[in-house]
């Protein structure tokens, strides 16, 4: 079922070789701007007239009142209910973790420089509703937020036919995080509508400094386009697992997990690395069996037919790290014997999964970890989405009349070398030079 590539024996870079998802971000970005400008030029009216025509969906509000929200909280089955509220404790437990603390550092007597590290005033966070819902992503997103201090924090998801609305489990994890402005606006449309806002209808949504959140091609050129007038997380391309096995890799977990995100998309990718023939031909078995009795069997099918998902022979683990931090996949799973020292030594992924029973769907939901994550090799030199995602360095300079004086006449020699002497002059002159 899986194409296989075989590097046992190549001196060849990696990069080259590898499977990768045919997307092309900059035909799609030509395709949306039209999009983009009406909601910028438009507001309101561009969004309404965009979602009638992509979605088939005439809207009657694009933000959702709270009733419903409250409404989707109360009707939440129990055993969801339990699943998120876990889901938002670990991840708020693990976000905490990760603030940053206010440096001073003294250099000489009178001058410092302060490191802080504040919030992101307002964001705006895109949770996608295509092919399947994510009320996990609502927790992933407004969790870190949360964390870092945002003050201001909206929400858009696509609206569902027939109600209009964005998908009732995200409407209440919307309210089970404390989130009361969302908006049923998905796609392009809806990333130029947080990157631009709108006042010609209210309740106006007031434009945001920061865009997050993964979609689809369409969303994530808007969010190409939009970059420089708002921050955004990444340009997030399809779901991907890479999983590095050797002969002790039980094969059925193996075949589940490369199932469970070729469930996603059929453009996700599913790669297995490894230097066991054995176990190749035991998950090739497995994933005939599995795939027959999986639900979405066409899509995942699909997914690990595409030329972006392949069985990778290396010789040795050796050479299957070398491909691995080359792939720099999204998601990377160690199924290895001593999987924790071979995991310490990757040096490009998004999240590392260690060993058997730290499967990626794990991560999806109850880790407490952050499954918004850099895909399509980005996991090389881009980190996932964290708390310091949201939080921004600014440094304060406080020197004295003395701390200035000891390095002026370095701040005058350096002025002068770049042919800048205004600046040394503003220095000279506190000195009545």
């Known amino acids: 079922m899986l194409n296989r590539i075989d590097l046992r024996g190549s001196t060849e870079d990696p990069r ?7 997307l092309d971000v900059s035909v799609a970005t030509e395709q949306v701007r039209p999009t983009v400008e009406a909601v910028h030029e438009h507001g309101a009216k561009a969004i309404r007239e965009a979602t009638h025509r992509f979605d088939g969906v005439e809207l009657r509000q694009l933000r959702v009142p709270a009733a419903a929200i409250a409404a989707a909280e109360a009707g939440l089955e129990p055993a969801v209910r339990a699943a998120l509220l876990e ?14 603390q206010e440096v001073t550092t003294v250099l000489g007597q009178g001058g410092t420089v302060t490191q802080r590290w504040l919030p992101v005033a307002r964001v705006g966070l895109y949770v996608p509703g295509g092919l399947a819902v994510y009320p996990s992503s609502v927790v992933m997103n407004v969790v870190p937020a949360q964390a870092a201090g945002v003050a201001s924090i909206a929400v858009t998801s696509p609206p569902q036919k027939g109600t209009g609305l964005p998908n009732v489990n995200i409407l209440a994890a919307c309210a089970l995080l ?10 392009a449309q809806a990333i130029a509508m947080l990157g631009y806002g709108f006042s010609d209808e209210e309740p106006a949504c007031a434009p945001v400094d920061m865009i997050t959140g993964p979609g689809n091609v369409w969303v994530t050129a808007a969010k190409r386009l939009l970059r420089g007038t ?9 779901t991907e697992i890479a999983i590095l096995a050797d002969d002790s890799a039980d094969p059925r977990h193996v075949a589940a997990d490369l199932i469970s995100q070729a469930e996603h998309d059929p453009l996700a990718a599913s790669v297995l690395v490894t230097p066991s023939t054995e176990l190749v031909a035991a998950v ?3 994933l005939a069996r599995q795939v027959a009795a999986t639900k979405h069997q066409q899509r995942v099918t699909d997914a690990l037919t595409g030329v972006q998902s392949a069985i990778v022979l290396v ?3 050796e050479q299957g790290l070398r491909v691995v931090d080359a792939y720099g996949a999204e998601h990377l799973e160690i199924q290895t014997r001593d999987p924790r020292t071979v ?11 260690v060993g058997a029973w730290s499967p990626v769907s794990l991560g999806d939901y109850c880790a407490g970890s952050n499954h918004v994550l850099p895909t399509g090799g980005c996991a090389r030199h881009s980190s996932g989405l964290s708390t310091q995602t949201f939080l921004r360095g600014v440094q304060l300079i406080e020197y004295s009349h003395d701390a200035l004086r000891e390095v ?5 020699a350096l002025s002068d070398a770049e042919d800048l002497p205004a600046h040394g002059a503003a220095v000279k002159v506190r000195f009545g030079k």
Do not use: C, M, N, W
Not at 16 to 22: M, V
Not at 87 to 100: E, G, N, P, Y
Not at 230 to 238: F, L, T, Y
Not at 408 to 412: E, I, L, M
């Open 16 to 22: 080259r070789l590898l499977p990768r998802a045919a």
């Open 343 to 353: 995991a310490e030594r990757v040096r490009s992924a998004g999240a590392i999964f």
């Open 408 to 412: 002026a006449d370095h701040v005058v």
């Open 284 to 286: 090739e078995a497995e």
């Open 178 to 187: 404390g989130v009361d402005e969302v908006y049923a606006v998905g796609g």
């Open 315 to 317: 010789d040795d683990l």
């Open 230 to 238: 708002v921050g955004i997380d990444a340009e997030a391309g399809p």
């Open 87 to 100: 889901s938002i404790a670990r991840a708020r437990k693990v976000h905490l973790d990760q603030t940053r």
